[in-house]
Structure formats: structure tokens, C-alpha cells
């Protein structure tokens, strides 16, 4: 049915930045239909939008929502000891484990006004729904949208990786045409990939016309490994000598991305998604965002697995983005809060191939809401609400959330999830692979 938002204050993205104006939205099918005072909403189910902020839906442009299994599991260690210890988990997850994980995450997700994400798997479905469907099951079964890849690692020719590029590539197949899915592949990182591996996948991305998706200079480790064995290069320059940034590509972190990195990903069109709370987290440090932004790189935002955030809330991730650059900086003028807003939405949108069409309210665009209830003291008085969504909002305040012109949560009730369901699988998950 179509559906009529009324009353509410829209948040709209314009080229002088964000504004807001009282509008209703009038969504036909799945996308915007209308923007403007005093809409007709005859045949339509009406919204009361009154005393709420209406927002486009936020874009967590990397995670891996499998990892909902980890969320405060071990914690506090260094890098690669964390590593083991999440490996050792993920050895015992089935398809189906992936899948409720992954409900896990969209409930969370949902629950704090996001709409999307790009994920990075441990196992691509083998069937088209179900709890076998792993992720792609998963967001088809809530209605909810994203970019899904398998993680891939190893080498071009082991009998392993072939399998695996196998899996992967059939799941791309048993889902296309999903409006609400898309795919690209996930080569996991240059230092769990060998060249042969990162060169087969960069040239199935260019038969298949996708992007893909990495892991980049995350940690000083991966510097040095990378360095030692090639030749001095960084991650960064090495991958793209092996072509991986002449299709579309999100990098994750970039967190020593050098001055000639940020060049060479800049004339590249190279979109970086960097996660400011699982740098920290993991004592890796914090990606040079301010100097990419600067170099004209699109920056987006991600949060990471829950085993190294150990959240998916976005509206947390915007604040700690918002923090931590002033902090390093010294410098309190430094990636602000429309900056930050900017990253979860445009240029999510952007990084994922859906500039316009996503994480910004305009006609024609598809109808990927949050409705955010205002009358909560976070946001009084009105001084500012890009503000107030970055510095002082928890994702609480979400209270109706709309994707593809469907209502997923209306009054924080989620209508295509049975959540007792999801947690009680949760349970019986973590009591067998934790
Ligand atoms: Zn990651």
C-alpha cells in the first residue's frame, strides 16, 4: 500500500549541506513519489510524522553481521590474539547459524534507524530462503537491503579457495535480480590473500561488472608483513599494482593510509569506509579521515563486526567519528557533524552504487526512512539537528523505519521479525560454537 508521512520535519541533503523542512512525504510503491505541504493521502496508509524528524535511512558501508555471535566475547586482546579467538568461533558456524546472526543484526540495525549494509560473510547461502539462505536469506526474510560478499582468503588455484570463489559466485547467481540485494567480492585482505588470488577476483569483478570490497591497512602489523614481503610497499599501493582498484572498491579502515595512499585512492575513486570505534577498540589508532575528505576520497562509515565494536549502532559510530578526529586533530573544527552525517548517508549511497537513489530524501529516490521522535531531551532545545543526531542522540529516539517503501518498525515494533525467536536461536548458537 502506498503511504503518506505527515506532519513531519524532513532532513534534506542539499549541495549547501543539510536543512530541514515541514513536509509530507507521499512514497508510492518503493520509492518518493512527492515531496511538498498538504499532500493528498487519499488510498494511502497515513504516518502521523508530527513531532518527528524524518531522515534517510543510515548506510553501515562495512561489517560482518555474523559476527553478532562475538558481540562481548573477547574483548580487550591484541589484534591477532582477538583474530584466533574469533576464527575459533566461526570454524563451528553453519549456514544457518550465519542466518539467525545475521536477524540479529538487522534487528539491531533496524533499531537504530539503519537501512542498508555492506557485508563481508563467512558463507554465501545455497538456498534462496530459509535458514540455510545466510545472509542473503536473512535480509530477504526482514524485507531489509544490502550489499552482501563472502570473505575470501587463500590462494588463486588451492582446492579451497576454489570452492569458496564457487560458493560465492553461486550465491550471486541464485539471487540476482533481488532489488533489495546486490553483490561484490570480498577479497579479505592482502595479507590473507595471495597476488594470484586478488588478481582472479579483481578479474571476475570485471566479467560480472561489480566492485569488491577489503580489508586495507588496518593494522601496523599488516604494514610491516606487507612491506617486508613486498618490496617496501604499503597495502594500499601493493593491491592496486595488482589491478584491485580498477573495478569499484570499498576499502575498509585505510587506517595508515599514507600521504601517497590517499593520491593514489583519490584518483582511483576509491570509496573508504573507515570504523573510528573498531580501530580503537582493536588499539589499531584512527584512519587520517580529515586528509582524505581533504583529498576529495568519498569517506563513508562502517561499524565493523560486533566482535570489535562491539555494536552496529550507527548513530554511535557518527559520534565516536565526530570525537575522535577533534581529539587526534587538536583541532575542534575538524570533521564535524555534517561531515559525519554526510559519510552514513551520501556517500554510503555513493559507495555502494546508489548515489541519489539512497541516503538522501528527494523525489524519485527509493523510500529508505527513519522516522526519529524529537520530543526526547536530547534534541531540546532545536538548536540544531544535525547536531543533535551526532553529538547527543543514542539511536533510541528511532521510532518508525521504512525500506523500500515497506514499514519494517513501526513505533519500535518490528513487523517482519519475530525477535523472541531470533534471541532464543541466538542462544542455542553461542551455548555450541562459543
Ligand atoms: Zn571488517
Redesign the pocket.
Known amino acids: 500500500m502506498d503511504i503518506l508521512i505527515r506532519g513531519g520535519l524532513a532532513l534534506l541533503h542539499t549541495e549547501k549541506g543539510w536543512c530541514t523542512r515541514e513536509a509530507d512525504i507521499r512514497i508510492r510503491g518503493n520509492r518518493i513519489e512527492k515531496i511538498g505541504k498538504g499532500l493528498d493521502g487519499e488510498g494511502c496508509r497515513v504516518l502521523d510524522a508530527e513531532g518527528k524528524l524524518v531522515m534517510p535511512g543510515l548506510i553501515n558501508a562495512?561489517?560482518?553481521a555474523y559476527m553478532t555471535i562475538h558481540r562481548n566475547y573477547a574483548d580487550d586482546l591484541a589484534f591477532f590474539d582477538w583474530l584466533d579467538h574469533v576464527d575459533r568461533v566461526e570454524q563451528g558456524m553453519t549456514e544457518e547459524d550465519v542466518y539467525w546472526t545475521t536477524k540479529l543484526a538487522i534487528i539491531e540495525m533496524l533499531r537504530s534507524g539503519t537501512t542498508c549494509f555492506v557485508d563481508?560473510a563467512i558463507k554465501s547461502a545455497r538456498e534462496k530462503s530459509g535458514p540455510r539462505a545466510a545472509v542473503a536469506g536473512a535480509v530477504l526474510d526482514s524485507g531489509f537491503r544490502a550489499v552482501i560478499c563472502r570473505g575470501l582468503a587463500g590462494e588463486a588455484n588451492s582446492e579451497e579457495s576454489l570452492r569458496k570463489f564457487g560458493e560465492a559466485v553461486y550465491e550471486m547467481d541464485l539471487f540476482a535480480g533481488e532489488e533489495r540485494l546486490s553483490f561484490v567480492h570480498g577479497p579479505h585482505a592482502p595479507y590473507s590473500c595471495r597476488a594470484d588470488y586478488l588478481q582472479k577476483l579483481t578479474g571476475s569483478c570485471r566479467e560480472r561488472g561489480i566492485g569488491q570490497h577489503i580489508?586495507l591497512s588496518e593494522s601496523q602489523a599488516e604494514m610491516e608483513g606487507i612491506a617486508r614481503d613486498h618490496g617496501g610497499m604499503t597495502p594500499i599501493a601493493y593491491v592496486d599494482s595488482l589491478g584491485v582498484f580498477d573495478v569499484p572498491c570499498i576499502a575498509?579502515?585505510c587506517v595508515y593510509a599514507t600521504k601517497e595512499d590517499i593520491a593514489l585512492m583519490a584518483r582511483k575513486g576509491v570509496s573508504v569506509a573507515i570504523?573510528p570505534k573498531?580501530n580503537m577498540k582493536l588499539g589499531n589508532g584512527f584512519s587520517p579521515a580529515k586528509e582524505m575528505l581533504e583529498a576529495g576520497i568519498n569517506v563513508c562509515l562502517g561499524t565493523?563486526?560486533c566482535g570489535?565494536n562491539n555494536s552496529l549502532n550507527m548513530f554511535a559510530e557518527m559520534n565516536a567519528a565526530a570525537l575522535v578526529y577533534k581529539g587526534a586533530n587538536h583541532a575542534a573544527q575538524c570533521v564535524g557533524a555534517e561531515d559525519v552525517l554526510t559519510m552514513a548517508t551520501v556517500n554510503g549511497a555513493k559507495a555502494i552504487g546508489h548515489a541519489g537513489e539512497l541516503g538522501e530524501i528527494r523525489e524519485g529516490a527509493l523510500a529508505d526512512l527513519a522516522l526519529v521522535n524529537l520530543c526526547e531531551p536530547q534534541f531540546i532545545p532545536a538548536h540544531n539537528i544535525v547536531s543533535g543526531l551526532v553529538y547527543s542522540s543514542t539511536g533510541a529516539e528511532v521510532d518508525t523505519v521504512l525500506v523500500n517503501g515497506e514499514i519494517l518498525m513501526e513505533g519500535r515494533k518490528l513487523t517482519t521479525i519475530d525477535e523472541d525467536e531470533v534471541y532464543g536461536e541466538i542462544r542455542k548458537i553461542a551455548g555450541r560454537v562459543c
Open positions: 562495512h561489517t560482518h563481508m580489508h575498509a579502515h570504523c573498531s565493523d563486526g570489535s
